[in-house]
């Protein structure tokens, strides 16, 4: 893989991607899927690895709704990748999550996982809820050293934490992610009516 693709897979795994291995861990292979109203940018995903796959983008219906996907070929180097933040099959977050977060896999992983927090809020969530709390604290020391973002955990649920970008933070979080989101019509809403600086 080049440099790019290891970017965007940092964000993807953080966010929504999936590594899966057929053979007991000796070969994995990256598998995204979104739902039907992020086609464009599940579109760009795969011509980023595209070399990798020997299909191309499929769309499937489950429960009544629409997704697509793709799936790249099972190989070993993603095996790396999937020892890193992988463990018995459950995500995790590395002890040195900072060596592999970039700017890139920020973005990837706001638009996967992000959001708003509210229609009259200019501030973001990421919908962290599937990490423990020890793995939210690596992530937060993570955003805070490689970007200078502060963040915060809010809680959701009983036992599950998303993490918040707070105003102070907002401006310079969104000055990294909004390149990316401007890509793509479908994910515009997670920023709001906001226009890049010409």
Known sequence: MNNKQ?????GLILGDGHLETQNGG???????????????????LYEQFKDLCISGVYTKEKNGKKYVGFRTVSTGSL?????L??????????DKIERFLS?????IWYLDDGSRKSLHHNTYNIHSLGYTLD??????????????????LHKQKV???????PNESAGLFLEIILP????????????????PKK
């Open 79 to 83: 095996r790396f990748y999937a020892k």
């Open 135 to 152: 793995d939210l604290e690596k992530l937060q020391q993570a955003i805070l050293k490689n970007f200078n973002i502060k963040t915060t």
């Open 6 to 10: 290891r970017e965007i897979l940092i």
């Open 26 to 44: 000796r070969t994995f292979r990256l598998k995204v899927e979104h739902s039907i109203m992020q086609k464009d940018y599940t579109d760009w």
């Open 159 to 165: 036992t599950h934490w998303r993490i918040y970008i």
């Open 180 to 195: 990316y989101v401007m890509k793509f019509d479908s994910m515009r809403h997670k920023i709001g009516n906001i226009e």
């Open 85 to 94: 933040f992988y463990r018995n099959g459950i995500k995790m977050i590395p």
């Open 103 to 107: 700017e890139v896999s920020l973005a």
